[in-house]
């Protein structure tokens, strides 16, 4: 009847107009405001009824983001205006230099207002809106044609399909950079690897990568996101500054990034510079600049284009994040616990801002995976994550002399045999105690500063220690004199006793640094927290089976079975019974008081927080009854993420566990009476 369709429809527009509104609060403000179930449930029946009533679908539905089938090939695009280029500066005095120009033609004595903003490194696109609606994404292509990838583009869920708000012009085109935020590429390479064995080298290349797809279903299902830095045709006048048109953009519900700002003269701009460059790693997508754009539309206007690229702007660019270089060698470490990892020595090389001469290979899965030889060219890369890694080989590059690495039969520390156990990636040294590497590596978890913290006791003092005959394991630290240390090279007396003490002073300790400290295979703090607050004492705990252990928060089968391995190994009894004669002791464990309002709540912290770090939330969360752990898990109540954070938070939300923010604990803590 025809009232009861025009109620169907009226329903069904409100569902798109509420679904519009949670889509743009979620993927563009990052500001969620309806519970995801209850977004799950508006979309089914929006979907219901669209599948009942045919004649109610409309392109622009929230339900219609991906198309049916794939496309044979990409048709091409003549940009209306030419997507400009960017000119790079490298340098303060490059960038120096285009201030002084942009002033020079403008005849301008004082200071010119910059908008800052981050350059995003992902692939250009163009958007074009006609009455509010997306008709059309096009790649940036050579700036003049590209290709037409509306398709994908409408399955980016941060790209509105119908622009908000009103006083949009008739015809609009927006410009922006398509992404790959570092978590998604994180998880999304991770999937990648174990379904298709192959994995993509940066966030760049995987979010050109997805938009290269000729099946839209594929995109779909890329964590990408659009962030917009301009405008190009216009059917009206816009804005009379960039920073004015960006925040008319976001009016109409596009993303521009959250870190743009205005800022007048060379010195602001460096400071921006400065501080976002500090900032870099902690930012949820890979940048490689800063771009200073002339604020002023009319002095753009004045300053004009030449060749491809405007004048009024500037790409001013951070320190490289991939190099290439050559792996000199390749030569395996053993660790404390045994494991044998392959390193690259590599010809030293400046990325990230930082000179690198080796790069961990971590397994021999991981140097198949990238076809590595000695004497290869690789790409080193240094981002977000600070250890420098192999991210791939220049094949085309490999030397007629390369030689294929093969794991080594033999401990290259101590010559005994290197097992590998089927299924696991890690081999391993079978030498345990008389490997002198082990030893060391033992040695120096044992006195670091979350473990036993013995002050001054730093690699090269173990090295020469171990090399005097003077300790061969944890326990003989406890039995050193001064006089024996201070003949040690380079050791005064005064040192000697210096250390002496601090090796004293870590008799008095806490069960769980204890057993954190022994350095049982994968107990990490979290689980050596959750041992020591389980068992209570070191009796009860060394007497524990495995499936008592199992019964301990976060620790499964694998974890009971190292603790387990470990003391049933005679040599590991006999060194913690040489420990505890030695004096080490702990005060009564405390067992928590119990109705703390985390009770029983499993937390897990992730990423940076600026307010404190993650040791001190950790403790004030398990003061309120919390148990900390590590590892993200179908257990796991509640989730910390701050900046950085990665796959646990990707993790975490998958498991539809809890989030909060820093700002959201801070709260928290405070109501609970903590101070800050
Ligand atoms: O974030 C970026 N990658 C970015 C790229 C940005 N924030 N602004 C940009 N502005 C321009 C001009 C000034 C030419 C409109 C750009 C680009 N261009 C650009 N992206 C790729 C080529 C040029």
């Not at 003949?487 to 040192?495: E, I, V």
Request: hydrophobic share 40%.
């Amino acid at each position: 009847m025809p009232e009861d369709l025009a109620a169907l429809r009226h329903e069904t527009e409100r569902l798109r107009e509420e679904l519009r509104h949670h889509n743009h609060r979620y993927y563009v403000l990052d500001d969620p405001t309806v519970a995801d179930a209850e977004y799950d449930r508006l979309l089914s029946r929006l979907r219901e009824l669209e599948a009942a009533h045919p004649d109610l679908l409309d392109p622009d539905s929230p339900t219609q983001r991906v198309g049916g089938a794939a496309l044979a090939a990409f048709v091409a695009v003549r940009h209306e205006l030419p997507m400009l280029s960017l000119d790079n500066v490298f340098s303060e005095e490059e960038f120096r230099g285009f201030d002084r120009r942009v002033r020079e033609r403008l005849g301008e004595e004082g200071d010119i207002r910059y908008c800052c903003e981050p350059k995003l490194d992902g692939v250009a696109l163009s958007l074009l809106y006609e009455d509010g609606a997306l008709v059309r994404g096009a790649t940036r292509g050579d700036g003049a044609s590209g290709e037409d990838i509306t398709a994908n583009v409408r399955t980016i869920a941060s790209i509105p399909l119908r622009l908000l708000g009103e006083g949009w012009p008739q015809r609009l085109e927006v410009r922006g950079e398509v992404y790959m935020p570092r978590a998604g590429f994180e998880s999304f390479n991770r999937r990648a690897l174990e379904t298709e064995g192959k994995t993509f080298v940066n966030p760049r290349n995987a979010a050109a990568g997805s938009l290269r797809q000729l099946d839209s279903r594929i995109t779909a299902q890329r964590p990408l996101e659009f962030c917009a830095y301009g405008a190009g045709v216009s059917s009206a006048a816009l804005s009379g500054r960039q920073s004015q048109l960006l925040a008319q953009l976001r009016d109409w519900g596009l993303r521009c990034s959250p870190e743009v700002k205005v800022a007048t003269g060379v010195a602001a701009c460096l400071e921006y510079y400065a501080e976002l460059l500090g900032r870099r790693a902690r930012l949820p997508h890979d940048i490689d600049g800063i771009v200073f754009k002339v604020d002023s539309i009319a002095l753009q206007e004045r300053l004009g284009t030449v060749a491809r690229a405007p004048r009024w702007a500037v790409a001013h660019k951070f320190p490289a994040e991939e190099e290439m270089t050559r792996v000199e060698d390749v030569e395996f470490q053993v660790g404390r616990t045994g494991a044998i990892t392959p390193v690259a020595r590599l010809a030293p090389v400046f990325v990230g801002g930082v000179t690198v001469s080796n790069a961990t290979l971590h397994n021999m899965d991981e140097i198949a995976r990238l076809g590595l030889m000695r004497g290869d060219t690789v790409i080193v890369r240094r981002a977000g994550d600070v250890i420098p890694q192999v991210a791939r080989v220049v094949m085309e590059r490999r030397p007629l002399d390369a030689t294929p690495v093969t794991l080594p039969d033999q401990c290259p520390a101590c010559g005994s045999p290197v097992e590998r156990v089927e299924g696991e990636v890690v081999a391993r040294c079978s030498g345990t105690l008389v490997c002198p590497a082990q030893q060391r590596e033992a040695l120096r978890h044992f006195a670091s500063r979350r473990a036993m913290d013995i002050d001054g006791l730093g690699e090269r003092i173990i090295e020469h220690l171990l090399a005097a005959g003077l300790v061969r394991d944890v326990a003989d630290l406890y039995t050193l004199q001064p006089d024996a240390l201070a003949a040690l090279d380079r050791l005064g007396q005064k040192s000697a006793v210096n250390l002496v003490m601090a090796i004293a002073r870590s008799r008095e300790t806490t069960l769980e640094r204890f057993l954190y400290a022994l350095g049982m295979r994968e107990v990490g703090e979290a689980t050596a927290r959750a041992l020591a607050r389980h068992f209570g004492t070191l009796e009860t705990f060394v007497a524990a089976d495995v499936t008592r252990l199992q019964q301990v928060q976060d620790v499964g089968p694998v974890v009971a079975g190292h603790i387990a391995a470990f003391f049933a190994d005679q040599r590991n009894r006999e060194l913690l019974a040489r420990l505890v004669a030695a004096g080490i002791h702990w005060p009564a464990v405390e067992k928590p008081a119990g109705g703390g309002p985390l009770e029983g709540v499993s937390v897990v912290l992730t990423g940076t927080l600026d307010s404190m770090t993650r040791d001190e939330a950790a403790e004030r969360l398990a003061a309120l009854g919390a148990r900390v752990s590590g590892s993200v898990s179908a257990k796991t109540g509640l989730l910390v993420a701050g900046p950085g954070a990665g796959s646990k938070l990707t993790k975490a939300q998958t498991l539809g566990i809890d989030v909060w923010d820093e700002a959201r604990l801070l709260a928290f803590l405070h109501e609970q009476g903590g101070s800050s």
